[in-house]
């Protein structure tokens, strides 16, 4: 007989409905809840008619928690989560980017005698990062290349029109900790790649509106007492969030498998 892990599931945004979609049918796995704000519960009742919707994460009946709203929803329900013993995992890791908030996590983990797991996201080779961390690195840099319509909404529109872009150009240069507060929805991986190496202050960042790319294209380079490698990854956008890409569902889909398979890789 199959053990079913039950998940409270923050957020119903592009990410949260693909995550759902995607666990619907295993049979290890079952959202039983998912938690949005208050003014939202009426169209997620629509929209996940298979779940309860809840504007907080129950205290009980819930084995892990499964963020992908946001930094306000770690502060609201990732940190009493795990205070309180449930294994959370998250996947908006651009927002450990503001001050304290991977601390506080730590210490919440800590305090429950739990984990919190941070997804790898968009981007591959953070086990690797992570591994040639242990040895020593010299110096890690991360380039985001995506598409004028992804960068919308962000500062890379003041002093210029993405939609007249006729060749590459530089939104920003700085270091991972400015990028992912600058540009929170887009820098995931930046935040990502800097926990796993140098941190967010010592990893450098380039991030790259360009008309003549239909994908998200992102590239680690890194050197170290390792050796040195360099990545670079053509990531297709997830169809309903042009600045998300589809990988970073199946990345989330993928610890959670991991999490109740016999066989883990």
Excluded at 16 to 30: F, I
């Amino acid at each position: 007989m199959t053990t079913i892990t039950r998940i409270a599931l923050i957020g119903c945004g592009a990410i949260g409905t693909a995550v759902l979609e995607l666990l619907r049918d295993d049979p290890a796995l079952r959202v039983t809840v998912v938690v949005v704000p208050a003014e939202g519960m009426a169209a997620a009742q629509k929209a996940v008619p298979d779940a309860e919707v809840a504007s907080m994460v129950p205290v009980a009946g819930i084995d892990l928690v499964v963020e992908t709203a946001g930094h306000a929803a770690i502060e609201e329900h990732v940190l009493p989560a795990l205070a309180r013993g449930t294994p959370c995992v998250v996947a908006s890791v651009g927002a450990l980017s503001a001050a304290g908030l991977a601390e506080k996590l730590e210490a919440a983990a800590i305090a429950g005698r739990t984990q919190v797991q941070l997804i790898p996201g968009a981007i591959g080779a953070i086990d690797a990062l992570a591994a040639a961390r242990i040895g020593g690195l010299d110096s890690v840099r991360y380039t985001g290349r995506k598409p004028p319509k992804a960068w919308k909404g962000t500062p890379a529109e003041q002093g210029r029109d993405l939609d007249a872009l006729t060749e590459a150009t530089v939104i920003f240069e700085g270091s991972a900790r400015e990028a992912a507060l600058l540009y929170p929805k887009n820098a995931n991986v930046a935040a990502t790649v800097s926990l796993a190496g140098l941190g967010l202050d010592k990893t450098l960042v380039r991030l790259i509106a360009d008309p003549a790319t239909a994908e998200n294209v992102h590239t680690v380079e890194a050197e170290g007492a390792f050796g040195s490698f360099e990545l670079t990854m053509r990531n297709k956008p997830l169809a309903a969030n042009p600045k998300t890409s589809a990988l970073t569902v199946y990345s989330a889909v993928r610890a959670l498998r991991n999490r109740v398979a016999p066989l883990a890789i």
